[in-house]
């Protein structure tokens, strides 16, 4: 008997090594069969080392007294001390699977199949696992085969012999040579039956792509052909008789349990139709009627038993229709929405233990593989694999999935499926579900090699690798790139030379010479940077396409794509982040601005990505092409130039920010205006207006303010003798510039305290002259001309005024032209108290107590006459000049500004620089009718689209609509109106601005409003 000494010594070992109950495994190794090894350090390790050392220990102990007598003991004793492999093996089985424990007890002779240790057995294929079960006769004697292979695997597998995918491609090998065992018991069963047909089994599912779990149903399909002279409905009858005695062989439950379900459900009509059809009727059904799932099934169809001819036959007859299946209608959104269904159906309180069908589980990583290869593997032969980390990593090696995306779901699905097959190997159940019980949990991480704190250890690398899957399946699966690939015509998913002129003339490119030495630039070769462009390019060429002119689309992006080359992000941005590819298309091939601005810093190409740092997005904007906040614009501008070692190079700097940011402005334009595969066209034009005006109008704000800090900080340091801001006015206050808007702006200064007036004149001055030498600098960045026009006395005045002075003018010598003027005066940088005290001073000009009197309405309307006669450039169509013409904008603004001055004073929500803000303070107000305020304002909305595109195409200003035809047609589309509609447009835009027109006769000349 122990004593109580050495018992707790026993105790405290055994809990060193493992064991979650050392008393029970105390007694167990104080049994009469493990007497003579008790105290054998070799045993207590190897149990040590196993999953579950308590576990291991009991499966060790019952068989053991499973031996048939002492001698067979001893010899099993002995060779587990003395072989180091054998004892590894079994013991990592019996620590990892109750079940095969069982197996085990039952059959206490088998554990002799874990001895041999030869290349061979490393890594074991049907050849292999035939012979092994050669020897069974019946479906008993072939389920304990079965079970002596699958110890082999398991031994393999826990010992880390094989990684986890040759342990799927193993199971998926034990299964093709028992369904050939089980085809030949029931051909033997039945001779007559097999002597009329020829039956061919094919495997899909796991089975079919070489990847199968311990526990799982294998799917098959089955097709047969008639014998030589037989008739083919016998022979269908007989081969209905062969599949259905495989599939109770395999499946049935005898004494030895069941080896696992044959489910052919997924055979042509399943369950509703025939379990076996002829090769011609399985053509005919895939043909008519098959749905797009059972084509993304036919991805792992496999022969694997019966006849080997026909089974090839079989596949190579439907493998074509495979890969056409991405030309369907809808195909893409078929297999999204068949993998939406899967989820939706996963009972709620499963769903986060799900490592098979729930988010961030097994079928994401399968689902994404498989549609990236029905849609690429078209023209690319390379993606055809029905194994998912084959094809995973041939979509990899094709530039169809980033390398680092690649690997890291290559990680995931080894975890995952490590995970799932140690789960189903305890007790060789079929289950997907992680185990809720502590002891489970436990013995699962140390079976994955989770040794310190391993369920804390399993639950934390289960959801890194979850998130991972989750991600890079929202990432692929959804990737707008997919839709526009399967949706080309057969032959066009990989762009191949060949073919190319013939689809660059049917796409309308004026120039295919000249488009194939381009396209020939971009794809040459074998590397990974030409492979990605052979899978892009297609697609793009349509995108060109789709616009007025798709010869300079597809220059520019050779432009792009040549700065870029050596640049990793570039191509990847395209192939993966959302509608990137679809925007830089549109962007590229709708004019001159947006692209003259990209190739000036091609970096910004990434902003059209999904990511980037802007806040007010809209519909049809990607992250990355929201507008920037004054503040945070403000903010980089200043601290670039405090870093600028001059204050040129301060401005460089601003300008370069300025550049970057027209372009963010100028692309969220175009994308927004244009519409792409994943979003429409903005729905509401006055918000894209808004959008531009506001964004252009802050960056204007911002740089100026950027070169103020510029000049002030090298003239003066820290600090300027006056105190000084800049008001801005016209559009600029307005919030309303263009693309090519000049600023309009008053400067104002005051003293500071003890500094003499002149010399704070003369710093004031030098800041303007200094600002203004900088800004007009030559530069390949859009100029940005500060224009002083409006400030008092015009040309002839002093260009900055000390705040008194502004004053003493406005009191004395202020005409109505100045007080309409003050409407927009808005301060736009420099000293903020400052600029708020010069509104304060204009407001009673602009919003006059007691409304305007009738001389100074008298005299706004004959400055209006006045400039509607001697403004208006000579020849000028006045039907379509957007500004000064008929119905344009300065008809607009002045009908609403009219308003203001009348009624501003006892109505707050008039005072506003904005037009259209006004125009619906006026609505609100009752001032304008409600009809007249829409048709205004869509006028007013128009004109300012027009003079946008305008700039947007031909790369510099203009108020009326483009001669030249192809620039006139990329003008229509960016307004959405389509090849040859470009009259439609002029009609549409006269019609629009005469019935402005009528209006503001109305209320600006005739009105008492």
């Not at 990847?572 to 601005?597: I, M, Q, T, W």
């Amino acid at each position: 008997m122990a004593t109580p000494g050495r018992r707790s010594s026993t105790f405290t070992l055994l809990l060193r090594h493992g064991f979650t109950d050392p008393s029970a495994a105390g007694r167990l190794l104080e049994s009469p069969e493990l007497s003579a090894v008790r105290g054998d350090p070799l045993l207590l390790e190897a149990l040590a080392a196993t999953a579950d050392p308590d576990l291991a220990l009991r499966g060790l102990t019952r068989l053991l007294e499973a031996q048939p007598d002492r001698t067979h003991r001893s010899r099993l004793l002995d060779t587990l001390l003395s072989a180091k492999p054998l004892r590894d093996r079994l013991l990592g089985v019996l620590g990892a699977s109750e079940a095969l424990g069982d197996h085990l007890a039952r059959h206490p002779d088998d554990w002799r199949a874990l001895v041999t240790y030869e290349p061979r057995d490393l890594h074991q294929g049907v050849p292999e696992f035939e012979e092994g079960l050669a020897e069974a006769h019946d479906p008993v004697a072939l389920r304990v085969a079965y079970r002596r292979c699958l110890l082999s695997i398991a031994a393999r597998d826990v010992c880390g012999t094989i990684d986890v995918a040759e342990t799927a491609g193993e199971l998926a090998d034990l299964a093709t040579a028992t369904l050939r065992a089980a085809l030949a018991m029931a051909e033997a069963a039945a001779p007559e039956d097999a002597a009329l047909c020829r039956l061919a089994v094919i495997a899909m599912g796991k089975c079919g792509g070489h990847e199968l779990n311990y526990v799982s149903d294998v799917d098959v399909i089955f097709v047969a052909e008639p014998a030589r002279d037989a008739d083919e409905r016998a022979a269908l009858q007989a081969a209905t008789r062969l599949a259905s005695h495989l599939m109770r062989i395999c499946s049935e439950t005898t004494v030895e349990g069941s080896i696992w379900p044959v489910d052919a459900n997924l055979r042509p009509e399943g369950r509703n139709g025939p379990l076996v059809r002829t090769l011609a009727s399985h053509v005919a059904y895939y043909q008519r009627w098959a749905k797009t799932w059972e084509f993304q099934a036919l991805l792992k169809a496999r022969p694997v038993a019966g006849d080997r001819e026909l089974g090839d036959a079989y596949v190579a007859a439907l493998e074509p229709m495979v890969w056409q299946a991405a030309e369907r209608d809808n195909f893409v959104a078929d297999v999204q929405q068949m993998r939406r269904r899967v989820v939706a159906g996963i009972p709620a309180a499963e769903l986060e233990r799900e490592l098979k069908l729930g988010p961030g589980g097994l079928r994401d990583v399968e689902f994404a593989v498989q549609l990236l290869q029905l849609v690429h593997g078209r023209a690319d032969t390379s993606l055809r694999s029905g194994t998912t980390l084959d094809a995973l990593k041939a979509l990899a090696t094709g530039g169809y999935v980033g390398r680092e995306d690649a690997a890291a779901l290559d990680a995931a699905y080894r975890f995952l499926r490590e995970t799932e097959h140690r789960i189903q190997l305890y007790r060789l159940r079929r289950t997907h579900l992680m185990p809720e019980d502590e002891n489970d949990l436990r013995r699962l991480g140390r079976s994955l090699g989770l040794r310190s704190e391993p369920v804390t250890a399993l639950r934390k690398e289960w959801r890194k690798h979850s998130s991972v899957v989750r991600r890079l399946h929202e990432k692929l699966f959804y990737r707008p790139l997919l839709n526009a690939v399967a949706q080309l015509a057969p032959g066009e998913a990989r762009l191949r030379p060949d073919a190319a002129r013939e689809r660059l003339v049917a796409l309308g490119y004026a120039d295919p010479a000249a488009a194939l030495r381009h396209l020939e630039a971009l794809s040459a070769g074998v590397s990974r940077k030409a492979s990605i462009q052979r899978t892009l390019l297609p697609v793009l060429l349509g995108w060109f396409a789709d616009s007025a002119d798709p010869d300079a689309g597809l220059l520019n992006f050779r432009k792009v794509s040549d700065a870029l080359g050596a640049t990793p992000w570039y191509l990847r941005l395209l192939r993966d982040e959302g509608a990137a590819a679809e925007n830089l298309a549109r962007v590229l091939s709708a004019g001159r601005l947006a692209p003259d601005l990209l190739l000036r810093a091609p970096e910004a190409v990434a902003l059209l990505g999904d990511g980037g740092e802007g806040e007010r997005g809209g519909r049809g904007v990607a992250g990355g092409l929201e507008p920037r906040s004054r503040e945070r614009l403000e903010q980089e501008i200043l601290a670039a130039v405090s870093r600028a070692g001059t204050a040129e190079q301060g401005v460089y700097v601003a300008r370069g920010v300025r550049r970057r940011e027209l372009f963010r402005t100028a692309a969220a334009d175009i994308v927004g205006s244009y519409g792409t595969e994943t979003q429409p066209a903005e729905a509401d034009p006055g918000a894209l207006v808004d959008r531009v005006g506001g964004a252009v109008s802050d960056l204007t704000a911002a740089t100026l303010a950027g070169t103020l800090r510029a000049v002030v900080r090298e003239r003066w340091g820290d600090e300027l003798p006056t105190r000084f801001a800049v008001i801005g006015m016209g559009r600029f206050g307005g919030h309303e510039l263009g693309y090519g808007s000049d600023a309009d702006v008053l400067f104002v200064h005051e003293p500071r305290e003890g500094v003499d007036e002149a010399e704070a004149a003369k710093a004031a001055n030098a800041v303007v002259a200094e600002m203004r030498r900088l800004l007009q600098l030559p530069s390949t960045d859009p100029p940005l001309i500060v224009d002083t026009d409006l400030r008092p006395e015009g040309r002839t005045g002093p260009l900055v005024r000390t705040l008194a002075s502004y004053a003493a003018y406005y009191r004395r010598w202020s005409l109505a032209w100045e007080s309409h003027a003050l409407l927009r005066a808005e301060p736009v940088a420099g000293d903020a108290e400052l600029g708020r005290r010069f509104t304060e001073l204009v407001d009673p000009l602009r919003y006059p107590a007691g409304g305007l009197e009738e001389d100074a309405v008298r005299e706004v309307r004959r400055l209006k006459a006045r400039m509607e006669s001697e403004r208006l450039p000579r020849g000028a169509d006045p039907t379509l000049h957007t500004k000064l013409g008929r119905g344009g904008l300065t008809d607009v603004e002045w009908t609403v500004q009219l308003v203001q001055l009348r009624h501003a004073a006892r109505i707050p929500q008039l005072r506003t620089t904005r037009t259209r803000e006004a125009l619906a303070a006026a609505r609100e107000a009752e001032l304008i009718g409600a009809d007249d305020a829409a048709v205004l304002d869509e006028a007013w909305v128009l004109a300012t689209r027009v003079r946008n595109a305008v700039m947007l195409v031909r790369g510099r200003a203009g108020d009326t609509f483009p001669t030249d035809v192809r620039e006139m047609a990329a003008v229509g589309r960016y307004l959405g109106y389509g090849p040859g509609r470009a009259g439609d447009m002029i009609d549409d835009y006269r019609r629009t601005t005469r019935r402005a027109r009528t209006v503001v006769e109305r209320l600006f000349y005739d009105s008492e409003v």
